[in-house]
Structure formats: C-alpha cells, structure tokens
C-alpha cells in the first residue's frame, strides 16, 4: 500500500472550511484514498473515499489533483465537533483485510 | 445506523487472567476485526474474521485468540493477560465487498495490572 504523509497539526476558526492535505505520491493506478476521523475517546468514523474523481458526501468533500499524487479533505464549515485526528489512507479496491492507520492530523477547531 | 457495541468501556484486569472481549454488531455484516490502539504507534490488526467460524491473523496475533460462533458477535480472547496488552482495544465491523467502510466501536481501555 502506498505511504501517506499528512501534517501533524492544523488550527481552523469554527465557521471556516478546513482543509486537510495529504500525500500520496507512490499510489498506485488502482488505489482509493479513504479518509477517517477519531473523535477523542471514540472509535474512527468513516468520512468519504475516493478513486479518481473528486466525490461530496454530507461530512465532506475530497478533491484529489489529476495526477493522484495528493489529495484535500475538505469540512466546509467546520464546528467544534470536528476537533479530532484526520486519517488519510491509501488502500487497493475491493476486498481488504486491513487499513494502516498512520498518525493522522490533529485538526482544533477553535471558536 | 450501523452500531458496533462494545461490552465493557474500561476494564481492569491482574496478570495471568484469560480476559474476553465481546463486540456485536447490529447490521448483518460479513466481516469483523479487532485492533489495538496505543500511543505512538497507532491502529494494529490483531484478528479478523470474514465469516461465521473464520478468522484470520492480523499483524500482532500473538498473545490473543478469536471467536465467531454468531454473525453478530466477533470475541477477543487474552488467553494469559500480561502488562503489554494494556491497551485500546477497538472492534469493527464492515459489510462484505463495502471497500474500506469500516464501522468502529467505542473502544474498551484495558488496563492489566
């Protein structure tokens, strides 16, 4: 599976769009990035995957460049809620018997 | 909603003590895991099982053991609790072919004295 590198740590004023980069640079022509989120004292939460396109559910969008080798998870407007570590993961289609889960991006919300 | 329940949220127990950890999930999925959550170095893969009576080893099987009589309900077993499993220990469940769309439980913080 291809390695992810993300920031350790971002700050984002409630109200405003958080946007949260990650790296994938090796992926590979048949990998999803997947991102997560762990909420303080809960297990990860599912946010959103993608192949190729960008893709918007109801938590969030993710925009991922033409070339694959990155990717932006994006809460439009983010609330105290959202405080918690961003997982982005890279994972081949199909059926998988394990996510490595790296160290995340602690992302505050702050009012 | 999906719900993955956890049986205990913290739990204290002594070294040497066979320690089970129950999870059941409530959506008919195939497949269940159970991983460890420490400081540092992040989610591990202890066991999977895809189907009733499967299991399969993950990265750090080593000191555990499983059990799937149920669809429902995924068992991690502590045959000999030592200081080193003090731990998160967090169950998922994901229905079959459903990619990466892993639904977690709340975790059980074990602490083995």
């Known amino acids: 599976d291809a390695k992810t590198t993300q920031p350790p740590s971002m700050d984002c004023a409630e109200g405003r769009a958080a946007n949260l980069p990650c790296n994938h640079s090796t992926i590979s022509g048949n990998e999803y990035v997947y991102w997560y989120r762990q909420i303080h004292s809960q297990g990860p939460q599912y946010i959103i995957h993608?192949?190729?396109n960008n893709e918007t559910n109801e938590m969030a969008s993710l925009i991922i460049t033409e070339d694959r080798k990155s990717s932006t998870l994006i809460l439009p407007h983010a609330t105290l809620r959202d405080t918690a570590v961003y997982y982005c993961?890279?994972?081949?289609?199909?059926?998988?018997?394990?996510?490595?889960f790296g160290a995340g991006t602690i992302l505050r919300v702050k009012s | 909603d999906v719900k993955v329940t956890q049986s205990s949220r913290y739990l204290v127990k002594r070294t040497g003590e066979k320690v089970f950890l129950e999870c059941v999930q409530d959506?008919?999925?195939?497949?269940m895991f159970w991983y460890r959550q420490d400081p540092g170095l992040g989610l591990r893969l202890i066991y999977f099982s895809y189907d009733v009576k499967m299991k399969e080893k993950g990265d750090i099987p080593e000191g555990y053991s499983v059990s799937r009589e149920k669809k429902e309900r995924f068992s991690l077993i502590l045959e000999s609790a030592s200081t080193n499993q003090t731990s998160m220990y967090l169950c998922a469940s994901r229905q079959q072919g459903a990619f990466e769309k892993l639904f977690f439980g709340s975790g059980t913080q074990l602490s083995v004295l």
């Open positions: 993961i890279v994972r081949l289609g199909g059926y998988g018997n394990k996510l490595v």
């Open positions: 959506m008919d999925h195939e497949n």
């Open positions: 993608g192949l190729k």
